[in-house]
């Protein structure tokens, strides 16, 4: 028997640790247990996300509908794209990212991510057998090194990852700056949106104008459904229809597909969850700074990088001593372009951010 090669190769990829793990191991309740390490929705789903997939939990000995076009039709709107530039995937966002493998790498090929960024670009692509080329975000200015990624492009160059709002930095990318890496190659520029709603901008318009742009979206965050694994792409027809012929075909699920509609259609939830995302990062931000051994960023999205190394401790010390603490934060630690010296906490509700700054101020007090 003989492994793919990619994968005998592969690092693993680390995700957030979850609550169920984090009770078990320091022999807490789940309940008391404050989860700031995935850049979730603390204020749960839409109730009518709730509702539609009760009334459907009968169903479950059907397929789903391949035809998901009152969906599609619903992004679309949502979006401000017409249906045709809509692609749906069923294990999130990051299915759309390994589609993106099958559908525009061979073995040998370029892909380009600046770093630091989402991990999963590279642990998906690679398992293509493609090849990372790393260009740099600018952290301590918290914005894109736009010149780095022009200067990786190459004739291998066949996908170019901007992530904006950027995790884990929460920086945003000036949309001249994309423009100038779309004037500047052939390749598919996928501009990660996942977390565009936090931040009041986006790029949609950019597929008016370009060809080779694909926008990634998710369910995930602002809408309040990462359980239940929904993500969209939006690009040309000609690249979307490419997509879909190698897209697993029943990947989203019955449950999946009747929360997403719901959650659409509910737009008092929309903006509740927006705003509470919005203003609790304030308070956040705001808390955090006032550790003068902190070093806390600006970001546009529903989390906030922070750099721990004048605390005397470094990451991996911190989030230990949170976690026996019951908060759960990101360790960075294998983020690639940080060293060891950075968490990331997702904003929480008002309460929660509150009481992680209480739990962060009494471990600081007493190192
Ligand atoms: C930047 C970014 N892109 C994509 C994803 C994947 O999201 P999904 O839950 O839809 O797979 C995440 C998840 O955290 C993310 O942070």
């Not at 997509?243 to 989203?252: D, E, G, I, Q």
């Not at 940080?338 to 209480?358: C, K, M, N, P």
């Amino acid at each position: 028997m003989k492994i793919k090669k990619t994968v005998e190769e592969l690092d693993p990829y680390v995700p957030g640790r979850s609550i169920y793990e984090i009770a078990t191991l320091y022999n807490l309740k789940p309940e008391e247990i404050i989860k700031l390490g995935s850049n979730e929705n603390p204020i749960g789903p839409s109730p009518r996300a709730v509702e539609a997939v009760k009334n459907s939990l009968n169903d479950m000995n059907r397929y789903p509908e391949s035809d998901l076009s009152d969906l599609i039709r619903e992004i679309a709107a949502y979006s401000e794209v017409r249906p045709e530039q809509v692609l749906v995937g069923g294990d999130g966002a990051d299915e759309i990212l390994d589609v993106l493998g099958k559908t525009f790498t061979e073995p040998g090929d370029e892909f380009i991510v600046p770093l630091p960024s989402y991990m999963y670009y590279e642990f998906t692509l690679k398992i293509h057998g493609a090849i990372p080329v790393f260009a740099q975000w600018d952290v301590d200015n918290n914005q894109l090194d736009v010149d780095s990624v022009l200067e990786a492009i190459t004739s291998k160059t066949r996908l170019i990852f901007l992530c904006t709002p950027n995790n884990p930095t929460g920086g945003l990318i000036d949309k001249e700056d994309i423009q100038r890496v779309l004037d500047n190659t052939e390749a598919l520029v996928v501009v990660d949106e996942a977390y565009i709603e936090f931040s009041g901008t986006d790029n949609v318009e950019l597929l008016n104008d370009y060809e080779n742009i694909l926008i990634l979206r998710t369910f995930s965050k602002v809408l309040g459904l990462a359980g239940m694994r929904i993500g969209y792409a939006l690009a040309s027809p000609e690249i979307i229809q490419h997509m879909y012929r190698v897209k697993p075909v029943f990947s989203l699920t019955k449950l999946s597909y009747v929360a997403a509609l719901a959650t659409l259609q509910d737009k008092g939830y929309l903006e509740h969850s927006r705003k509470a995302s919005v203003d609790s990062r304030e308070y956040l931000y705001q808390g955090l700074e006032e550790f003068s051994n902190l070093r806390v960023f600006r970001s546009y999205a529903n989390y906030l990088l922070v750099d721990v190394r004048r605390t005397g401790m470094d990451s991996a010390q911190i989030t230990e001593e949170l976690m026996k603490r019951g908060v759960i934060v990101r360790n960075c630690s294998s983020f690639r372009g940080l060293d060891d010296y950075w968490i990331r906490v997702s904003v929480g509700t008002i309460a929660q951010d509150q009481r992680f700054l209480e739990i962060l101020k009494d471990i600081l007090e007493q190192i």
